[in-house]
């Protein structure tokens, strides 16, 4: 039985004695605090006695006595007035209705009795008051043979005895019922919360940018570059004081975040919105290009892509071209790619140009620059992943970056081969559903081959309605690393199932374990992962240890 912590030595005093004495089959419940309509109740001690009773004892220590009519307490150098009887009446008869009124209660009503115990004060054998019993009433010669008179005490009466498997239920009961636990979703919301503050703070830093139109900003994952290039392009759609508003394009590679933005820009006034939302792609529609190659045809996408979109861009009036574009994600650009963005700008030579990047997430082999020179502003705090997660990939991340999150679950590695990964990561959603997380917090991510639920989706809902089951989904996320690249989940499975030797192995890692913000399992072949992220992430998830948990990136 766990020791209760007690606020007062005779209350600790008497619940060792009466544990240390009594049957196995009792029990002793200590400070059952009660809130009623009326006012609190508190009572010292409840003693479940099978065949017996129910006894609620109030603990009195110092010197107790009874004198003209009432009780009294001499107690650190201090006198006062009291009511034991009184006060342990009413905490009994609203304990029995709250436990009656239980849904789970059904035996009726059996016998409950009240005690006052006073383990320093000595009472007379033939001691009696109108209210108090010498039955009733234990003191320090009674100590003894405590358990003894209580349960003879909880004996009286006509009403039936408790059974022991009453007794188990009465002790629930006070337990409470239907108790919150510990909720790793409740937990990653604070965290979120906080995240989200810190992001907006940082934001400030877009008053520094104000009177600059041609701005690179640069940082690893997780330091809130895609927030910030979501306020930057509102900003400037919204106008100033010190600057008119402007027809603004949000630009990015990938279609998940593409799709990301469209939602979020869609919820924001009018006024607000930028002008165009989309992928290099859909750039192209825009501009009235409607035929498009193979997707796996480079050089029409690095080459022929671009060099239409330019053409195009010269054909267009004034005002379906843009004062500003704001790229995110811009090291994916192709190096041609900026010429058809430099030729949509209403003002080639002063329009502006506001590009996030993060060179260390380059995960397609392909290079570009704008042709023009940026300003450089650095982004040196991560504020999205918890510090395990952001140790974990440290050594992937820029030299200066450093984690500003806050605590949370141990990195994980689950060790198998990269044949055996997906089905060791879909083992692993079984049990996050058992530690409590929801589905619409998990994302199952491959560096390698699409899990097959991806597939299927991509094949049956299209681009569009993939997507969409990002957000809108109530399913576990399946998705490849390539396509994630600012988009996040609080929890991800990382299933490396790719062999040694792929181009650019290393910056996928490096955007898979960055897509968790809140919790990180890395599924896969040890010497693959030590082999791809080097000995820092191989020490950091333990690759080289026999536990399958990492106990610590220290």
Not at 55 to 79: I, M, N, P
Not at 245 to 269: D, M, N
Request: net charge negative.
């Amino acid at each position: 039985m766990t020791t209760p912590t007690f606020t007062t030595e005779s209350e600790r005093h008497v619940w060792q004695t009466l544990t240390d004495a009594m049957p196995p089959d009792w029990q002793v419940v200590a400070n059952v605090r009660l809130m009623t309509e009326r006012r609190d109740h508190e009572v010292d001690l409840v003693v479940l006695i099978p065949d017996a009773g129910i006894v609620v004892a109030e603990v009195k220590g110092g010197s107790v006595y009874y004198e003209d009519g009432g009780w009294w307490l001499t107690s650190g150098g201090q006198t006062r007035s009291i009511d034991p009887m009184g006060q342990v009446s009413d905490g009994l008869y609203e304990l029995r209705r709250y436990v009656e009124e239980d849904p789970r209660w059904s035996g009726g009503r059996v016998r409950w009795t009240k005690a006052l115990i006073a383990p320093y004060t000595d009472f007379a054998d033939d001691f009696a008051a109108p209210e108090s019993p010498r039955w009733a009433v234990h003191g320090r010669r009674d100590m003894d043979d405590l358990p003894a008179r209580l349960e003879a005490a909880a004996r009286k009466g006509d009403l039936a005895v408790p059974s022991a498997a009453q007794c188990d239920l009465l002790r629930e009961i006070l337990a409470g019922r239907s108790l919150p636990v510990r909720d790793v979703v409740a937990l990653a919301a604070e965290h979120e919360a906080r995240a989200e503050r810190l992001t907006a703070e940082q934001a400030t830093l877009l008053k520094v940018t104000r009177l600059l139109n041609r701005v690179e900003v640069r940082g690893g994952a997780g330091s809130g570059k895609t927030v910030l290039a979501l306020a930057q392009a509102r900003e400037l759609a919204r106008g100033s004081a010190e600057s008119p508003a402007q027809r603004v394009a949000l630009v990015c590679y990938s279609i998940g975040l593409a799709a990301h933005f469209k939602r979020l820009t869609e919820t924001w006034p009018r006024r607000q919105r930028p002008a165009f939302v989309g992928t290099f792609e859909e750039l192209g529609r825009y501009c009235g290009i409607d035929e498009f190659g193979a997707r796996d045809n480079p050089d029409f996408w690095e080459r022929e892509l671009p060099e239409q979109i330019a053409a195009k861009a010269a054909e267009l009036p004034d005002g379906k071209r843009f004062d500003s574009f704001v790229v995110d994600e811009a090291q994916d650009f192709a190096d041609l790619w900026w010429q058809p963005v430099v030729a949509l700008l209403r003002d080639p030579d002063q329009g502006g140009l506001y590009v996030y990047s993060d060179e260390n997430q380059r995960v397609f082999d392909r290079f570009g620059r704008p042709p023009m020179a940026l300003v450089p502003l650095v982004l040196d705090r991560n504020l999205r992943n918890t510090k395990q997660i952001a140790e974990a990939f440290r050594p992937l991340a820029p030299a200066r970056m450093y984690a500003g999150g806050d605590s949370g679950p141990d990195v994980e590695l689950v060790r198998c081969t990269s044949d055996e990964a997906i089905n060791a990561a879909d083992d692993v959603v079984d049990s996050l559903f058992e530690d409590g997380w929801e589905a619409t917090d998990i994302a199952l991510l491959t560096t390698g081959r699409r899990h097959p639920v991806q597939v299927e989706q991509q094949e049956s809902l299209g681009q569009e309605g993939y997507w969409r089951s990002f957000w809108d989904g109530d399913d576990v996320f399946y998705g490849h690393v390539l396509g994630c690249k600012g988009l996040e989940r609080r929890v991800v499975i990382l299933c490396v199932n790719e062999k040694v030797g792929q181009e650019r192995a290393r910056e996928r890692l490096y955007v898979g374990m960055s897509r968790a913000t809140e919790q990180l399992i890395v599924v896969g072949d040890p010497d693959v992962i030590t082999e791809i992220g080097g000995p820092g992430v191989a020490a950091r998830l333990g690759c080289g240890r026999l536990s399958a948990k990492v106990s610590g990136c220290a």
